[in-house]
Structure formats: structure tokens, C-alpha cells
């Protein structure tokens, strides 16, 4: 099982960045695939939430109206669209797979919004 996220880097406030989380080892159409993240000296949290046919997503406070997730289940892929990016985004974005026995993570990719 590999989860392999890409996308992270630094941007400037206000920027924009796109996220993919590409999937293996496993049937990605029977899992809810999440993204979460972790900043320095905080615990890990949710950042966006869809479920296996993508009819249904859910978003966490912070990023709502700002952070759009989507899936192609083809191509075994989730992706994150962070737009109207600030500082308090910066962390590292975490990649997970949840099915009805089992709960996968992918390494992380840092995100970096500073000027």
C-alpha cells in the first residue's frame, strides 16, 4: 500500500496551491480518502474529508469557501485545491485512506505560506 502525496512548496499569502495524493496497493473506490494536516507544536487535523464515489465532502472550519477536495477514482488520485492561502495554512498536509477495516497514510508534503 503506498500513498504518495505531491503539490507542497512555499507560496505567498493569498496564492494558491493544488495537493495530489496518488494511491496504490489498494481498491481506492471503496475507501473515503482524507487529507489532514500537522503545524509545528499542534495536534493533527482534519482538513477535508470525501467519501469513496466523491458524492459527499466535508471541510473543517478553517478552510471552508477556501479549500475544494476531489477524486478520480481512474486514476487512483486525490487532490486538495488550497486557494486564498495564509499564513496559518502552514504545515505539513497529510494524505489518508479509510475503509471499513483499515486506515492508510501517505508521508506528508510540507506547506509553506509566507511572504
Known amino acids: 500500500v503506498q500513498l504518495v502525496e505531491s503539490g507542497g512548496g512555499l507560496v505567498q499569502p493569498g496564492g494558491s496551491l493544488r495537493l495530489s495524493c496518488a494511491a496504490s496497493g489498494f481498491t481506492f473506490s471503496r475507501y473515503t480518502m482524507s487529507w489532514y494536516r500537522q503545524a509545528p507544536g499542534q495536534e493533527r487535523e482534519l482538513v477535508a474529508a470525501?467519501?469513496?464515489?466523491?458524492?459527499?465532502?466535508n471541510y473543517g472550519d478553517s478552510v471552508k469557501g477556501r479549500f475544494t477536495i476531489s477524486r478520480d477514482n481512474v486514476k487512483n488520485t486525490v487532490y486538495l485545491q488550497m486557494n486564498s492561502l495564509i499564513p496559518e495554512d502552514t504545515a505539513v498536509y497529510f494524505c489518508q485512506a479509510l475503509g471499513w477495516y483499515s486506515n492508510y497514510w501517505g508521508q506528508g508534503t510540507q506547506v509553506t505560506v509566507s511572504s
Open positions: 470525501i467519501t469513496s464515489g466523491g458524492g459527499t465532502t
